[in-house]
Nanobody
Framework: VQLQASGGGLVQAGDSLRLSCAAS????????MGWFRQAPGKEREFVAA????????SYADSAKGRFTISRDKAKKTVYLQMNSLKPEDTAVYYC???????????????????WGQGTLVTVSS
């Protein structure tokens, strides 16, 4: 599985952005796909994840109420709609995927084998 993230950019606080992650290769119903982010000098952290089958989602506390993860199975693409962006959301955002991820590990970085190249989101104050 190869993942291609896109949609990052420079926005102002309060603005919205939608990130996309297009997958190539076989995505089975057992897959989960997630978004992680890494700010300068910080570790990569979980943002949101979604099960390919059923669409069950999981969010980090920092994303709840502002970000929405969704998927388009026909396009094999996962989206991250980010609203009310804050300067602290500035980071490189990575998409990730793997199969047989159980609900309790959807937010665990080490549970994902496949990673995209990242897209930079910069939020100015």
């Amino acid at each position: 599985v190869q993942l291609q993230a896109s949609g990052g950019g420079l926005v102002q606080a309060g603005d919205s952005l939608r990130l996309s992650c297009a997958a190539s290769g076989s995505i089975y119903n057992s897959y989960a796909m997630g978004w992680f982010r890494q700010a300068p000098g910080k570790e990569r952290e979980f943002v949101a994840a979604i099960r390919w089958s059923g669409g069950t989602t999981s969010y980090a506390d920092s994303a709840k109420g502002r970000f929405t993860i969704s998927r388009d199975k026909a396009k094999k693409t996962v989206y991250l709609q980010m609203n009310s962006l804050k300067p602290e959301d500035t980071a490189v955002y990575y998409c990730a995927a793997d199969f047989a991820i159980i609900q309790s590990t959807m937010g665990t970085r080490s549970a994902y084998k496949y990673w995209g190249q990242g897209t930079l989101v910069t939020v100015s104050s």
